[in-house]
Every structure is written in structure tokens, then in C-alpha cells.
């Protein structure tokens, strides 16, 4: 009965993780194709170059040089890639909504970002437009934002377009031109952040009259994704426009998104071998268990079928003997697991701690296994 309601509770365990796995790779992460996707970084020291726009001139020779790449759809550029876990945070001042007192606004993550970064990443533009490498090298005090941060204010992300905000009250306000979709910066088990997109160079950011970025992302979008050629090939097309300019953080963004989720896999494997283990005790308790007591009782079942009892009597004896173990096991389960499953209700995603179908198909398997192993001695 104990290593029954012992895997009953694990296998309701692994059952709700898996449910809650499949709910995560169902939901939108903020990009599409991942598998597709090549990302590296790059670093511009001011030691290397340290004119603002001669940086920029050469992230954009860098993109130009990656498009070229046999096989490459589209190149863009990013401080951050979704769930990297490389973005920064700062307060959002929103000039409709003056922020009174000497609090700070809600802190937002931010990005820079260039041409080419949500097309690329597959996040589409719902209102207005992207950030021009013409907004970059004229340092225009324009932003871009997400759908849920329009909403916040808006309510209708159109009408997010034209309004203004800034990250400090000293600095300049600066025009929302686009809004994008959402996406799940902190992972596919988190909800979709609330994200600013300012340009690479910005005029009067913070304490810096011209700021420039100076460690980006690429995201190269490529039918060659993981062909041993590719790699090679974006080094050199780097290298042709800076040969002191290494590749960093090599990634795909299928990896990317994996690594958030090395939690929920970690958690889910390890319960699964947990819940096969004790399956397998409690298969192999309730056989042994009837088949110790089918062996202790020979002598009555001799007398019993002399008196006229059938085969199938004596069977069902047994069987009933196996499936009430099986039942009160199951029975201790369930209340065990009702209270687990509730304190563990933030690994889950998209299921409820007392999901019916998960219940009701752990009991039906443990009960037909529990009755196999029942039905074989009892046959015997």
C-alpha cells in the first residue's frame, strides 16, 4: 500500500510537469523558428574605436557582410536577445502620466537596438516602425515598445505612437515610433516583460552626451543553421570589416530558449526516473505480495475448489485481494498528493495543482498495471 501511494504521488508529480512542459513550448515566446536563428556577440572597445559613429558605421558594415552570406535570410542587432539575460533596467517616465513625488516610476528592461532585429527574430510590428540605421546615426530621441506596455497606458497600441517618454526627468522626452509584439524576456514560464527599445546611440543618456553601445548581439536568420560551413563563414564576414572584432556567447536561439528552461527539464527528468522507480517497487510489491499470499494458502484453495469452487472464483479472490491494496494505496496517494502538489504550484505552468485529468489517467494506469501484476499469480 506505501509503494503504491508512494508512485501514485510521484507519477501525479511527473504527470503535472509534463503537462505543464507541453503548455510551455505551446506559448508565444516573442520570436519564431528558433532553430533558424545563429546568434554571437561583439564588443567595440573605446580603445578600438572610439568615435560613437564610426562604431555604428561598422556594426553596419558587420550586417551588410553577414546578409551577403550565402544562405542568410536577415541580419539584425541587439544589446539583448530574448532570454539571454542580458538586459538592463530603467525607470520610464511617461510624460501623459506625470510621476509625482520622489519615487520612481516602475522599473522597465530596456534594449538598443538596430535595423533588422525584429524582423530577423520573427516579432512582428504592430503599430508605426522599426528603428532606422537614419534614427541611429542622427542620434533621434526615438523608442520603441512592446504591446504590453502600450496597453498599460493606451489601452490601443496605435495610439501609443506619436506620445513620449524618457528614463530621466533631465534628459530629452523621446518619441515612441513603433510598437512590437511581446515577448517572454525571463522566460517561457514567466509572463511577457514590458520592454523599451532605444537606438545604439542615443544624445544625453544619463550622464553621456552622445552613448554608444558598445557589446552587441547579432541574430543572423539562415537556412544553414547548424551546418559546419556557417560558423567559419560568419567569423570571416565579421573579420573582413575588423579583424581585432572575436565572436562571443555563440549561440542559436533554440539554445537559448532551452537554457530557460533547464529548470523545468532538470525537475521533470528527475521526477520521471523518481515515479518510474517506484512504479516499478509497486509493481513488483503488489506481485510478490499476492503471490506470497496465493502460496501460504495452496493448501485452501485445494480444499476450497474439492468443494466445488471454480477457477474463476479463485481468481477473483485473489484479484480483489490485489485491487483493494491497489485502492487504498491509491486512495493515500491522492490526499498526499493534493497537499504536494499544491506547494509546488510554482514550477507548474498552464495546469492547475489538481488537474482532473491528470489524476484520473495516473489512477487508471497505476490500477491496470497493479492489476497485472495482480492477475499473474492469481492465474498461476
Known amino acids: 500500500v506505501s509503494e503504491i501511494a508512494l508512485a501514485f504521488v510521484l507519477l501525479i508529480v511527473s504527470g503535472l510537469m509534463v503537462r505543464s512542459f507541453i503548455a510551455l513550448r505551446q506559448v508565444d515566446p516573442g520570436f519564431v523558428r528558433p532553430k533558424e536563428v545563429q546568434t554571437f556577440r561583439v564588443s567595440i572597445p573605446e580603445a578600438l574605436i572610439k568615435d560613437p559613429q564610426q562604431v555604428v558605421l561598422t556594426y553596419e558594415q558587420i550586417t551588410h557582410r553577414l546578409e551577403q552570406v550565402p544562405g542568410v535570410v536577415s541580419v539584425g542587432i541587439s544589446s539583448s536577445v530574448t532570454m539571454d539575460r542580458q538586459s538592463g533596467k530603467t525607470p520610464v517616465f511617461v510624460e501623459e502620466f506625470p510621476h509625482t513625488g520622489r519615487s520612481m516610476p516602475p522599473l522597465r528592461v530596456y534594449k538598443r537596438v538596430g535595423p533588422g532585429y525584429f524582423e530577423t527574430m520573427g516579432n512582428r510590428v504592430l503599430a508605426g516602425r522599426a528603428i532606422a540605421w537614419t534614427d541611429i546615426y542622427q542620434a533621434r530621441p526615438v523608442v520603441v515598445i512592446t504591446e504590453n506596455l502600450a496597453r498599460e497606458y ?131 510489491g503488489i506481485y510478490g505480495v499476492i503471490a506470497h499470499v496465493a502460496a501460504q494458502r495452496t493448501r485452501e484453495i485445494g480444499i476450497r475448489m474439492a468443494l466445488g469452487a471454480q477457477t474463476g472464483d479463485v481468481r477473483q479472490l485473489f484479484l480483489r485481494h490485489g485491487l483493494l491494496l491497489t485502492g487504498v494505496g491509491i486512495a493515500l496517494g491522492t490526499g498526499v498528493a493534493v497537499a504536494i502538489t499544491r506547494v509546488m504550484s510554482a514550477l507548474l505552468f498552464g495546469v492547475s495543482p489538481m488537474d482532473p485529468v491528470t489524476y484520473v489517467a495516473v489512477a487508471a494506469s497505476l490500477g491496470s498495471i497493479a492489476l497485472l501484476a495482480t492477475y499473474l499469480p492469481a492465474r498461476r
Not at 162 to 190: F, M, Y
Not at 210 to 216: A, F, N, P, S, V
Not at 224 to 252: D, F, H
Not at 255 to 269: G, K, P, R, Y
Open 154 to 284: 493606451w489601452k490601443d497600441p496605435a495610439v501609443a505612437v506619436g506620445k513620449r517618454i524618457t528614463q530621466s526627468r533631465e534628459d530629452p522626452w523621446r518619441e515612441i515610433i513603433g510598437v512590437v509584439g511581446n515577448a517572454r524576456d525571463d522566460g517561457l514560464a514567466h509572463a511577457a516583460t514590458a520592454i523599451v527599445y532605444w537606438p545604439l546611440l542615443l544624445k544625453e543618456w544619463w550622464t553621456q552626451p552622445l552613448d554608444i553601445e558598445r557589446t552587441i548581439a547579432y541574430v543572423v536568420r539562415s537556412t544553414r543553421v547548424g551546418s559546419p560551413g556557417l560558423l567559419r563563414e560568419l567569423q570571416q564576414a565579421v573579420w573582413s570589416v575588423n579583424q581585432n572584432l572575436p565572436l562571443a556567447s555563440v549561440r542559436t536561439l533554440d539554445e537559448i530558449q532551452a537554457e530557460s528552461m533547464t529548470q523545468t527539464s532538470f525537475a521533470l527528468v528527475m521526477l520521471a526516473i523518481a515515479a518510474t522507480v517506484a512504479l516499478l517497487l509497486g509493481s513488483v
